[in-house]
């Protein structure tokens, strides 16, 4: 199947799942379905996820369906043109097709499955005292994770990245990456562009914010003082029954006192706003950055140097294959990688770091005009040595795993869709952190970010149960490990590999913070803590 017709399928499953096709429609569908071995593979997954994401709906679902919900089936006029043979196969591969499982997309201020993710991390500390467990710097902290500081200074970074100053005593509920509930106490919150939404609810106020700093005293009695240091909120002030009232805008240098029997002025303003701007001198921990950087500038013959810091030096040159010489193109930062679907290449991979965690960034150009099957893998690697779990980082070409062209990652038997696309023939900066759950070492959490922003995903679980066994997968892939540039061998011969462009490819052994992914998008280096601090 052609990409028309691909999308066309798409369309008319879809209208399917709804009841909204028209007669002339179904024909079409009819058509589709009888004439290709490929259309019908491709409705019996699209209705395999209609049916999984029906049960999960249901699993949702609090309070009684206003109407009875039914499921698509196949249409009678279809399955009498198709035969009997389709409804047998269709049956036969939907029990054998283990179906994805769902969670619900994160978007910028909606709650994220509490436990499921972490979606902040202690970045720095002064003298703190904590209720409960004392976090290390650098701990990762779960949605729905209440932190209680009874003393001292704590700095934390969301994963969206506005970054929270907690000055004790204070209670803080962690509700997305992108929101939190501040129940008592102060802080002060730094929010870069990449981070305009993010959102602190209090019994008596809901601050959004449009890009800037402010600062909150919060009462156990429920009311609060906003101060807005730079640029601007909105403040929504809430009553004794918790409902919202007016909202206002609160610009620089303005302050403003919320409380559940109406708003005011601040008292002692001034004072107020010179202790929560106080300068502290946190403990960071960084830890050690070890890290591999293939900058496509040059190439001699066909082979692109690979530079490594914190590595045995050399070992890391990456090979073209076929060997082609000079496939290099004008890139974002000086020159790039150009891929026609049939190039690749492949390099040794950098040792894992003791935590497990990891960062894969770069710089990649799709043309508007890719098709759908030239989506293969951008970059893909697995280890040998640590058995680590095969990861592909491509753009996303099957409509039934979410939006088409947005960023698709692959790690073992699951995959994170995101909502942009990158189909566009623009630069695009990519980073996608890989954190291994403490709790749970077996679980990773992916945290993707598209031009310095965190991204919106959908997480599918896959039906592989040993991809070392599943048919088509590269024997070296298996035996050796390794990177692989622009094409997945996991996969198999494709018909078409990536096509696009790819600059400035970093494997960074530790978890980057949001602030430095966005220096290494403006700056193309890392930041130095001291870097960091300035900021």
Known sequence: MNDPEILELN??????????????????????????????????????LSASLFDYAAEMQADAPSAPATRATLPFPIARIVGPALALAAAVALALWIPPKFAPRTEPGSAETVGEETVARLTASKDCKWIGTTPLVGEWFNA????????????????????????????????????????????????PPEAIGFRIENPAVQIVDLGTEFSMLAEKNGAAEVFVIEGSVEASGRDALNQPSKTITLKEK????????????????????????????FQRGLGKTEYTHWGFDEASGAIARGRSVGFAPGGFDATFEPALPQPLVAGRWGNALSFDGAFSARAAFPPKSPSGTRTAAFWCKIPADAALSESDAIISWYS???????????????????????????????????????????????????????????????????????????????????????????????????LWIGRNPF?????????????????INRALSPREIQHLLRKNRLPSAEMLVAQ
């Open 11 to 48: 369309a008319l499953c879809n209208g399917l799942i709804e009841g909204s096709l028209s007669d002339e429609q179904k024909r079409r569908l009819d058509s589709l379905l009888s004439g290709s071995d490929e259309a019908r593979r491709f409705y019996v997954r699209a209705m395999a």
């Open 384 to 482: 040998a040595e640590t058995g680590e779990r095969p990861v592909s980082i491509a753009w996303n070409g099957d409509p039934t795993l979410g939006a088409l062209g947005a960023l698709k990652t692959s790690l073992g038997r699951g995959l994170k869709v995101g909502s942009t696309p990158l189909r566009d023939g623009q630069w695009h900066h990519v980073a996608v952190v890989f954190a291994p759950n403490p709790d749970a070492p077996a679980r990773t959490h992916l945290k993707t970010y598209l031009d310095g922003r965190l991204e919106a995903t959908s997480f599918v679980r896959g039906a592989v149960k040993n991809w070392k066994k599943a048919g088509g997968a590269d024997a070296r892939f298996v035996a050796e490990g390794g």
């Open 144 to 191: 729905g994770q209440k932190l209680q500081l009874t003393e001292g200074f704590a700095e934390i970074t969301f994963d969206c990245g506005a970054q929270v100053v907690l000055e004790g005593p204070a209670s803080l509920d962690l509700h997305s990456a992108w929101s939190a509930l501040f129940h008592h106490g102060a802080l002060t919150a730094k929010v």
């Open 491 to 507: 996969q198999g011969p494709q018909p078409n590999g990536f096509r696009g462009e790819l600059d400035e490819l970093y494997l």
């Open 254 to 281: 303005q302050a403003r006192r919320f409380a559940l029997h109406g708003e005011g002025e601040v008292a002692d303003r001034d004072q107020k706003l010179a202790k929560l701007n106080r300068k502290v001198e």
